[in-house]
């Protein structure tokens, strides 16, 4: 006599059903963290996929994955300083593996700086003597001959001259300034009375 099996079709469905639920619980008991950064400077940036610039920002994580936060950055400036979150910086690019605690990350953004560096022909000095410029900020250079000596040329670096001093305004690149100076050209007139004669002797 043929033996009906009842009920196996509904075990396995039963058994697929307790599956789902303990993956679920899984995914809903999963430790969550939460991630914020604040950009200091001028520069924007956002966590990968947001595509929202923004100076600050926070999210919330899976416990063991990764992330990271693109920056995006004003024209001469680069990041000073990025930390946080156990994160390394890579150029624009800040990563963070294997997140594992709430934590915050502090990223610093300043301005290039350039290095102007001075150089005298002929007897005078400029002041300053050389000078570190960060980029949107400006300085003014003066040129003092020796005695008995004039300034002949003052440039460099798109100086603009400004009552007497080269003015150095939103520098782009490392640069010179170069002041010449000359001594003084005096005239001497002779005159001769009598019978005689004048000599000239030059001596340096």
């Not at 290095?115 to 007897?123: L, Q, R």
Request: net charge negative; proline share 2%.
């Amino acid at each position: 006599m043929p033996i009906l099996l009842l009920g196996c079709d509904s075990q396995e469905k039963s058994t697929s059903k307790d599956s789902l639920k303990a993956t679920a619980l899984t995914q809903l008991n999963q430790k969550r963290l939460s991630l914020s950064f604040e950009i200091k400077g001028k520069g924007q940036g956002y966590f990968a996929g947001d595509k929202t610039l923004t100076k600050s920002g926070t999210r919330d994580f899976k416990e063991g994955e990764n992330t990271l936060i693109e920056l995006f950055l004003s024209d001469y400036h680069s990041v000073e300083t990025a930390t946080g979150c156990n994160g390394t910086l890579e150029k624009n690019t800040f990563l963070i593996k294997d997140i594992n605690e709430n934590c915050n990350i502090e990223i610093t953004i300043t301005p290039d700086i350039f290095s102007i560096t001075t150089n005298e022909i002929g007897e005078g000095s400029i002041r300053p003597s050389s000078f570190l410029l960060p980029y949107g900020e400006e300085v003014s250079f003066t040129a003092t001959p020796d005695s008995y000596h004039s300034l002949i040329s003052f440039t460099g670096c798109g100086g603009v001259m400004e009552d007497g001093r080269l003015a150095i305004r939103e520098l782009t690149n490392d640069c010179n300034i170069n002041a010449e100076f000359m001594a003084n050209v005096y005239s001497i007139k002779t005159k001769v009375s009598g019978n005689g004669t004048i000599t000239l002797l030059v001596r340096n």
